[in-house]
């Protein structure tokens, strides 16, 4: 007796632990009773009725990230490239989530192609290569807005990658290539110019200094000549003037002209012209001295 009264406790115990329920954080549980939607359990302390409760579904509240394969889209200009998508999404009502749609990770797939296949179809391929904000706007507004009805909020979508066809892909690298030579040949051209512009600059800031340089330099040599000569006239004046002033003899004077006779014959020349003054003081000279040595005969 006591062992079938420590089995039904112990019944009685497991059957009360299970009837607990605690739901974690950012979860939701849907509940079913017979068959029929119940209640959705948030997170916390809840009890169920054993047999006639039923956890159907556990719904992460969290944001989730789906990414989807590469998916081949045709572009206005029939080029067909492969892109593919990555979804950002949080489930914001479990109920519409649980009975809303079937599989709804696949809905969104399904969907996200379906959409990106309609934007990218009506935009060229460059518009397709340059326009990937726009792009990925076009889908965020059209999924959030068709997924709401499944109790999903769709936050966000990102292109994350565009694979254009390897023609298209060598079109593009060899036209990379050209602007890239393109902008080097005129950054090369520019670089001469402007290196050339320079050196005639220098060359012509050159020419211009030495041109003053020299200016400057004749004028100091003729400044100097000039003042030299000046120095000379003034010596010479002064010269005559203090002679002047000293009244000299005649004889002085005379002698005078035969020292400048005589350094005039030290040079080179082989005829000397001698003033006609001289000649009389010369002639004067001797005719005194003549008379002077008939004085002192007598």
């Not at 009773?33 to 997170?43: F, I, K, S």
């Not at 809840?46 to 394969?69: M, N, T």
């Not at 507004?141 to 694979?163: C, F, P, Y």
Request: with cysteine; charged share 25%.
């Amino acid at each position: 007796m006591g062992y079938v009264f420590l089995v039904l406790l112990l019944l009685i115990i497991i059957l009360v632990i299970r009837c607990i329920c605690i739901v974690p954080q950012a979860n939701a549980w849907i509940v079913e009773v017979l068959g029929q939607y119940r209640a959705t359990w948030m997170a916390g302390f809840h009890l169920k009725v054993p047999i006639i409760y039923r956890v159907v579904k556990k719904v992460s509240l969290k944001e989730q990230v789906a990414d989807f394969e590469p998916q081949p889209v045709i572009t206005k200009d029939n080029a067909t490239m492969m892109v593919d998508s990555v979804v950002f999404f949080q489930v914001f009502d479990a109920r519409l989530f649980t009975y809303g749609v079937e599989r709804p990770i696949a809905a969104i797939e399904n969907l996200s192609a379906t959409t990106l296949r309609n934007i990218i179809g009506s935009m060229t391929i460059d518009e397709t290569l340059t326009s990937r904000d726009s792009i990925n706007g076009q889908i965020t507004a059209i999924l959030d807005e068709a997924t709401d009805k499944w109790g999903i909020k769709v936050n966000r979508v990102e292109v994350k990658n565009i694979q254009p066809p390897r023609s298209i892909q060598d079109a593009m690298e060899k036209q990379m290539r050209a602007e890239r030579e393109k902008r080097e040949a005129i950054l090369t051209a520019e670089g001469k110019k402007q290196s050339a512009i320079t050196l005639a600059e220098g060359e012509k800031q050159a020419a211009i200094l030495r041109a003053e340089a020299e200016k400057e330099q004749a004028i100091r040599v003729a400044e100097g000549n000039a003042q030299a000569l000046l120095v000379v006239q003034k010596a010479r004046a002064e010269a005559i003037r203090l002679i002047n002033e000293a009244n000299p003899s005649t004889g002085y004077l005379t002698l005078k002209s035969f020292e400048t006779a005589e350094s005039m014959a030290n040079g080179q020349a082989t005829k000397i012209i001698v003033p006609s003054d001289i000649a009389d003081l010369a002639g004067t000279f001797t005719a005194l001295a003549e008379t002077l040595k008939k004085s002192e005969d007598k």
